[in-house]
Each structure stands twice: as structure tokens, then as C-alpha cells.
């Protein structure tokens, strides 16, 4: 599938009931046509995964996901040996007897004992074409994986001892994302196109809301962006994202819940907030008045 405009873009993430402004259309749009990875930054559950999911749903493209975390390091990120199989296959020659240990050797460290982790997977030619590699919370891990990950994206290119080295045939589509727990890396940063993802207007969330949970009703999805962008404008350790807003809407379309109300919103807090301390502070009397002056602010349907 060709894009030739950031309105194809629009138009394509749309089709995956994903909500894109012109200024990420515009970098989504210029990191394909160039090649380039895309760095996404922002708050946890503004949409920066979503969007590698709606890309590669859009294109027909493998998604191929890195979950970072804390002591990744390069060779579980690429590649490991399925040690079970091996100690099998060595067992089993060992009761043959007469097993040239070169040709064993050889044996054993070969595709068919190899287990691809996400980086080597994006190497690999995929049905449809470059699949999209997903380097999800980047800043989860330390500065040698960022240095190697570095290395790895500007040739695009992953090396297994015993194998030698593995280049992509046609370069895969990157995304990464970070929630910005720590800095990243100036030179990983430079490597790719940057666009920071912030929480939407109220007009833009909306349209995201009635995109994801079009069942609820015009009244009901008001109100409910109207509170959550209020919420998000008071002292609280984890403000709720756009994904806490979806699911939100969901919880109460599932209760039956026409408009909000201050006893609605107690019983249902823990699908927008996610610390005991920002429930116990929003309870009572301050959901009534965030309740309150959100419809205040909201505008005659």
C-alpha cells in the first residue's frame, strides 16, 4: 500500500479507529517516506503503542514488539539457543554412539535450534513486506542497550556468533517510545524523527472516545472527557491518560450509567486512577466539584 500524503496517512490510522493530528500524521508520514525511525515521547497512555499498532494493522504488516524493562541486555533482545532441544540432540547422539563432536557441534549451532527474539524477527524477510518493529519504553533500560540498539538501527543489522551476521532485506518500520521515567540517549534520539505525544484537546479526545466506544451516548462521552481533562489538571501523582478515558467510558457503558454522577464516579475511580492516594484525594466532595465545574465548561450539545 503506497502513501504519498500525510492525508493518506490520516486516512489510513483512521480506518484502525485511530484519532491522528496533523503534526504526528506529519512525522508518521516522513518516517516512512524516508526510512527514518520514529521516536515517540510522552505521558504513559497518550497512544504512542497504539499508533505502531494501527500502523502495521493499517499496512498489513507484521508488528513485532520489544517489551523494554529493566537489564534487557542485547543477546535476549536478538537471539537465544533453545538449550532444552540441544541437551536432547546431545543426549540422543551420546546413545547412538560414534558422533563426530565437529559435526555435532555444528548441528547444535544451527537455525534449527535458534530462537529469534524481536530484533532478529525484524531482520528476517515477512509476508507483506518489513514488518514494524515496536521498541516499546526505551527508557526502561540502560545506556550499553541503548548504545548497541543504536548500532543495530543504523545498519539495520543484528550479529549471532555462530551464524554470522544477519541484515535486514528491506529496513523495517521502528517506533520507539518512552515515557520519559529517565533521559534518553542524545545519539539514539538524533537517529530518528521526534514528536512528542501530549494529552489531547478536549475536542480531539472526544473524537478518540467516540471512535473507540461509539456506543456511548453524545452526553455521556462529554462528560466523561470533560471530567478526565479537569481530573488531569489537579495534584495527582499519575494523571489518567487517553487510555484510562476509553476505558472508563467502557466501565460505565457496562454499568448502564447514562450521565455521571458523584456516586457513580466513587464506584468506578480505580478505572481512571491508578494510586490509592489520587482515589483517596478525588473521593467525596472533590469529584463533586471537579463534576461540577467540568459542566460548567462543557458547551450546549
Known amino acids: 500500500m503506497t502513501i504519498n500524503s500525510i492525508d493518506d496517512v490520516q486516512r489510513l490510522l483512521a480506518g484502525q479507529n485511530y484519532v491522528c493530528g496533523r503534526a504526528l500524521a506529519t512525522v508518521v508520514f516522513l518516517s516512512l517516506r524516508l526510512g527514518r525511525p520514529l521516536f515517540l515521547e510522552g505521558e504513559a497512555g497518550t497512544g504512542k503503542t497504539e499508533i505502531a499498532k494501527a500502523i502495521a494493522a493499517a499496512l498489513g504488516r507484521k508488528l513485532i514488539r520489544l517489551q523494554c524493562y529493566e537489564g534487557l541486555d542485547a543477546a535476549s533482545a536478538v537471539y537465544e539457543w533453545n538449550f532444552a532441544e540441544q541437551m536432547i540432540a546431545i543426549r540422543t547422539a551420546e546413545a547412538a554412539g560414534g558422533a563426530d563432536r565437529k559435526d555435532l557441534k555444528t548441528e547444535l549451532f544451527s537455525e534449527e535450534y535458534l530462537i529469534e527474539r524481536p530484533l532478529l524477527q525484524a531482520m528476517r524477510p ?176
Open 126 to 301: 515477512q509476508e507483506g513486506g518489513a514488518p514494524v518493529l515496536l521498541i516499546d519504553e526505551i527508557d526502561r533500560t540502560d545506556e550499553p542497550f541503548e548504545a548497541f540498539l543504536l548500532e543495530a538501527l543504523s545498519d539495520f543489522q543484528v550479529t549471532v556468533p555462530e551464524l554470522g551476521t544477519i541484515k535486514a532485506p528491506e529496513t523495517p518500520i521502528v517506533i520507539l517510545t518512552s515515557n520519559r521515567t529517565r533521559e534518553v540517549h542524545d545519539a539514539l534520539k538524533r537517529r530518528c524523527l521526534y514528536h512528542w505525544v501530549d494529552y489531547p484537546s478536549f475536542d480531539r479526545e472526544l473524537e478518540i472516545l467516540q471512535a473507540r466506544a461509539p456506543e456511548a451516548q453524545e452526553t455521556l462521552s462529554r462528560e466523561v472527557v470533560a471530567f478526565v481533562q479537569k481530573l488531569r489538571t489537579e495534584d495527582l501523582f499519575k494523571r489518567p491518560g487517553v487510555a484510562e478515558t476509553i476505558d472508563w467510558a467502557k466501565c460505565l457503558l457496562a454499568l448502564d450509567v447514562i450521565d455521571l454522577s458523584p456516586e457513580v464516579i466513587a464506584d468506578t475511580l480505580g478505572a481512571i486512577l491508578k494510586y490509592q492516594d489520587d482515589i483517596a484525594r478525588i473521593e467525596g466532595s472533590e469529584a463533586q466539584r471537579i463534576l461540577k465545574e467540568a459542566r460548567a465548561e462543557l458547551a450546549p450539545v
